[in-house]
């Protein structure tokens, strides 16, 4: 799911490509190498040096990620060298460093590059090492095999602009489907445009950030109770595509479906243009000006169990070549732990400082300089679970990109729902091969 600085900022780009932008190429990873300390050779006294693979340290405050190694050093005696490239570079600095031989220990895993990397024998099977899966709520497989532990959790809850409701007569926040039809209804005989779909193929993330973001919302899933894609003939997809073919020819759609971007989209709503949209955590201090709420999505009437909520992640994997995996594990344990692997410190000051949410269980972040809606929505988060089927899927890219023009050609009534549905299983079968 890409996350920066500009997350921080309120830019919703970067998150849209956490699992989707192509990225570009970038000359020697060492070149970017960020030296803890200055330490490059391994310490025989004092602990190995690991290498840490990643971007987070360009997009965090200056210091920020070098600091937590220096504790983890303190800790543990190990040293952690940095290597820090721009999101866009970091797969191509792994993919040479496995390549030439001088892949790093630790390395920060987009959703989109898991299944290429475990294809190529890059990862490392983490149940083979002493990595704590009991510190972490959430663990990336594939083939039920555990490749990547997420540190921190970027969500999509649904935004709300309250003085928009309020012109248009509607009452309270729609929390049903049927709710939201008769809101939107509303919102668009006031005058407004009422919910941003961004269907925009640049960056084809609306298929799983707001479509699919709905129908997690309900239990609604692309995958079968084995783990196995099943769109053909999924009637609870076909209810949701259903539902958003109704919202279209109501018309009350934002305007430009097709074309629309999610960094378009979110800066719609922030200029006050649209009622609901559905975009991170992240970017609420992009609407510092608006009078907003952020909710978990509607969800289908009558559905009474959690929510499953979208997001994406900062992650790490151990890479599979590396000589000291015990160290890159216990680094690992030291992000999801902190210093005593129960205070969970470091996920912690990640997780509010990056105004993201922890995937380590222990972590208490302390969000009381962020925006009060976002206190009020990460009680809505620990009250539901995380879920994105896409992370894991090879060349998960295209097959959004595809699944995306399937999508848009039923909403202006090109082809039917089942056939539509059909395409997404060859898609989905097919990727990769």
């Known amino acids: 799911m890409k996350i920066s600085r500009l997350l921080k900022l309120g830019m919703t780009t970067v998150l849209s490509c956490a699992l989707l932008t192509s990225l570009v190429g970038c000359g020697n990873s060492a070149s970017n190498s960020e030296s803890s300390g200055g330490a490059t050779q391994e310490a025989a006294s004092e602990g190995v040096t690991i290498k840490f693979q990643q971007w987070w340290g360009g997009e965090l405050p200056e210091g920020y990620l070098q600091k937590i190694c220096d504790e983890y050093e303190a800790a543990t005696g190990n040293k952690v060298e940095l290597l820090t490239a721009p999101w866009a570079d970091t797969k191509t600095a792994i993919t040479a460093g496995a390549t030439n031989g001088t892949i790093a220990d630790v390395l920060s895993i987009d959703g989109a590059w898991l299944s290429e990397f475990v294809d190529m024998g890059i990862l490392t099977d983490l149940s083979t090492l002493d990595v704590k899966m009991d510190l972490a709520s959430d663990v990336w497989k594939v083939n039920n095999t555990e490749y990547v532990v997420p540190i921190l959790n970027f969500a999509y809850p649904m935004y709300v602009n ?19 039809e008769q809101a939107c209804e509303k919102v668009k005989a006031a005058g407004y445009s009422a919910l941003a779909l961004n269907l925009g193929t640049t960056n084809a993330n609306g298929i799983q950030n707001v479509f699919m973001g709905t129908g997690w919302a309900s239990g609604i899933t692309l995958k079968d109770k084995d783990g196995k894609y099943l769109t053909k003939d999924n009637a609870e997809l076909a209810s949701l595509a259903e539902m958003y073919k109704k919202l279209y020819d109501l018309g009350v759609l934002y305007p430009g479906m097709s074309t629309l971007e999610e960094a378009e989209m979110t800066s719609n709503f922030a200029a006050g243009n649209c009622a609901f949209t559905v975009a991170s955590a992240a970017t609420m201090s992009q609407f510092e000006k608006l009078n907003f709420k952020a909710a978990t999505i509607p969800v289908k009437d009558g559905y009474t169990d959690k929510s499953g909520i979208c997001y994406a992640s900062w992650a790490v994997g151990v890479s599979e070549s590396s000589e000291h995996k015990e160290a890159a594990a216990e680094f690992i344990n030291f992000l999801l732990g902190g210093k005593d692997g129960t205070d969970g410190s470091a996920s912690a000051g990640l997780a509010s400082t990056m105004s993201a949410f922890p995937n380590s269980k222990v972590a208490t972040p302390d969000y009381s300089s962020a925006p009060k809606q976002f206190q009020e929505y990460y009680e809505e988060y620990k009250k539901n679970y995380v879920i994105n089927e896409f992370i894991g899927l090879a060349n998960a890219s295209d097959v959004m990109t595809s699944m995306t023009n399937d999508l848009v050609m039923y909403l202006e009534g090109d082809i039917e ?14 990727a990769g091969k």
């Open 417 to 430: 729902v089942n056939k539509m549905l059909e395409n997404w299983q060859g898609y989905l079968d097919n």
């Open 162 to 180: 309250m003085d928009i409701l309020e012109k248009s007569g509607v009452e309270n926040i729609p929390t049903t489907w049927t709710e939201l």
